[in-house]
Protein backbone atom coordinates (compact mmCIF):
# COMPACT_ATOMS: atom_id res chain seq x y z
CA UNK A 1 0.00 0.00 0.00
CA UNK A 2 1.45 3.26 -1.33
CA UNK A 3 1.27 7.01 0.92
CA UNK A 4 1.51 9.67 -1.32
CA UNK A 5 0.52 13.57 -1.35
CA UNK A 6 -2.15 14.88 -3.51
CA UNK A 7 1.30 16.92 -5.25
CA UNK A 8 2.70 13.35 -5.86
CA UNK A 9 -0.41 11.78 -6.81
CA UNK A 10 -2.11 14.17 -9.34
CA UNK A 11 0.55 13.72 -12.36
CA UNK A 12 0.28 10.06 -12.26
CA UNK A 13 -3.26 9.50 -10.85
CA UNK A 14 -3.96 7.68 -14.74
CA UNK A 15 -1.06 5.06 -13.54
CA UNK A 16 -2.44 4.77 -10.09
CA UNK A 17 -6.07 4.14 -10.65
CA UNK A 18 -4.31 0.85 -13.43
CA UNK A 19 -2.40 -0.24 -10.62
CA UNK A 20 -5.29 -0.18 -8.26
CA UNK A 21 -7.19 -2.18 -10.65
CA UNK A 22 -4.42 -4.51 -11.53
CA UNK A 23 -2.87 -5.51 -8.20
CA UNK A 24 -6.18 -4.95 -6.26
CA UNK A 25 -4.30 -3.19 -3.33
CA UNK A 26 -5.55 0.59 -2.28
CA UNK A 27 -3.45 3.82 -2.48
CA UNK A 28 -3.58 5.92 0.42
CA UNK A 29 -3.09 9.63 -0.69
CA UNK A 30 -2.59 12.61 2.13
CA UNK A 31 -3.85 16.20 2.24
CA UNK A 32 -2.47 17.88 5.54
CA UNK A 33 -3.74 15.57 8.26
CA UNK A 34 -6.39 13.35 6.23
CA UNK A 35 -6.31 10.43 4.13
CA UNK A 36 -8.26 9.64 1.31
CA UNK A 37 -7.85 5.60 -0.08
CA UNK A 38 -8.18 5.08 -3.69
CA UNK A 39 -9.48 1.52 -4.03
CA UNK A 40 -11.42 -0.31 -6.54
CA UNK A 41 -15.70 -0.46 -5.98
CA UNK A 42 -17.55 -3.50 -6.82
CA UNK A 43 -21.34 -2.85 -7.79
CA UNK A 44 -23.14 -5.23 -6.18
CA UNK A 45 -25.81 -7.49 -8.28
CA UNK A 46 -28.67 -5.93 -8.82
CA UNK A 47 -31.54 -6.90 -6.45
CA UNK A 48 -34.39 -9.41 -8.81
CA UNK A 49 -37.61 -7.58 -8.92
CA UNK A 50 -40.46 -9.72 -7.63
CA UNK A 51 -43.64 -10.65 -9.87
CA UNK A 52 -46.67 -8.57 -8.62
CA UNK A 53 -48.03 -10.89 -5.70
CA UNK A 54 -45.07 -12.61 -4.83
CA UNK A 55 -45.23 -11.41 -1.00
CA UNK A 56 -49.50 -11.73 -0.97
CA UNK A 57 -49.08 -15.22 0.96
CA UNK A 58 -52.24 -14.93 3.53
CA UNK A 59 -50.61 -15.75 6.94
CA UNK A 60 -53.27 -17.92 8.87
CA UNK A 61 -54.37 -16.54 12.11
CA UNK A 62 -52.86 -18.58 14.54
CA UNK A 63 -49.34 -17.81 12.81
CA UNK A 64 -50.31 -13.72 13.92
CA UNK A 65 -51.47 -14.85 17.44
CA UNK A 66 -47.77 -16.55 17.87
CA UNK A 67 -45.70 -13.86 16.26
CA UNK A 68 -47.73 -11.47 18.87
CA UNK A 69 -46.98 -13.81 22.11
CA UNK A 70 -43.39 -14.19 21.34
CA UNK A 71 -43.03 -9.97 20.89
CA UNK A 72 -44.87 -9.91 24.29
CA UNK A 73 -42.40 -12.14 25.93
CA UNK A 74 -39.36 -10.18 24.47
CA UNK A 75 -37.11 -8.35 27.19
CA UNK A 76 -36.60 -5.87 23.68
CA UNK A 77 -39.93 -4.88 23.51
CA UNK A 78 -40.77 -0.90 23.80
CA UNK A 79 -42.72 0.23 26.52
Keep these: MDYLTVTAAKPKLGRLMDRVLK?????????????????????????PQRPVGYFAVEEPRAEYERADRLAALSPDRPE
Design 23 to 47: RGEPVIIRRGKRFLQLSEYIVPEPI
